[in-house]
């Protein structure tokens, strides 16, 4: 049997509907549609080219400094045969591989520490987590110490050559801490409402180390929905900057008290 083929005119005419749709397409339903013009790329404009660049940064904020726990064997490496106090008591008389000033933990908390054994309802070494955050195929122990004022001192211990190497401590007034992919993630209050901060930890083959690779200013949950609360006017109208979520910390800054060791 031969194919069936349609007429030369009524081909000719279907031939000419599929032209006339394909040149108004763009208006037909389901079809595509302009966008408009593609905005140009604008390159990035340096500010003030004529000033030296600094050399050294004005303050070690702790980031990258590690630390031996001394005495602290890890049997085939496995982190979880470890007892987290006995990590935390060894982890007090540790010597850093710089000396920032910022791993220290106060008088009353290295009291309670080292009492864990004899007031272990007063302890503050609080029960740990695993997970692999250096890509090495074996878990990292991560502890939390609680300190006055409801901050949290956050440490990260790697096993390193049959002993153990702490490759993060910092603390904050957290709202919480979580562990995302290889990532540690810390969220902490801030001074202006409706905003956190939010700042990833991530590991560092060159520094050997946990750094905090993303640092952000963002909308707390309950104040991304819904619209932007009213303010009520006390005094002559002004203009207050409204940063947007996801705005870096170029945004405006902690106040000294509440940058925690190791992030500035």
Not at 113 to 121: F, H, L, N, S, V
Not at 149 to 172: K, N
Request: charged residues 25%; glycine residues 10%.
């Amino acid at each position: 049997m031969r194919p069936h083929r349609a007429p030369a005119a009524n081909r000719a005419a279907v031939l000419a509907v599929a032209a006339l749709a394909l040149l108004s397409g763009c208006g037909a339903a389901g079809g595509l549609e302009s966008a408009g013009d593609a905005p140009s790329a604008v390159e990035p404009k340096g500010l003030w080219p004529d000033l030296p660049p600094a050399s050294a940064a004005p303050y070690d904020y702790g980031e990258g400094e590690t630390a031996r726990i001394p005495g602290i064997r890890v049997t085939g490496g496995d982190v979880r045969r470890l007892d987290p106090v006995a990590v935390a008591q060894a982890g007090l008389k540790a010597k850093t591989n710089r000396d920032s000033g910022l791993d220290e933990l106060p008088d009353g908390t290295v009291r309670r520490i080292e009492a864990c054994r004899t007031a272990p309802d007063d302890c503050p070494v609080l029960p740990p987590y695993y997970r692999d955050l250096t890509g090495d195929g074996r878990d990292e122990l991560v502890l939390g110490i609680r300190m006055p004022a409801r901050q949290l001192a956050v440490r990260v211990y790697m096993p390193d050559g049959g002993g153990l190497t702490r490759i993060m401590s910092t603390y904050d007034a957290v709202i919480s801490v979580e562990l995302a992919g290889r990532d540690l993630i810390m969220r902490a209050p801030s001074v202006i409402p409706g905003y956190e901060y939010r700042t990833a930890w991530s590991w560092d083959d060159r520094q050997r180390a946990m750094l905090p690779t993303r640092d952000e200013i963002l909308r707390t949950p309950e104040h991304r929905k819904g619209p932007w609360p009213k303010r009520t006017p006390t005094g002559p109208a002004t203009v207050t900057p409204t940063p947007s979520a996801g705005t870096s910390t170029a945004s405006p800054s902690r106040t000294p008290s509440e940058s925690p060791a190791g992030t500035r």
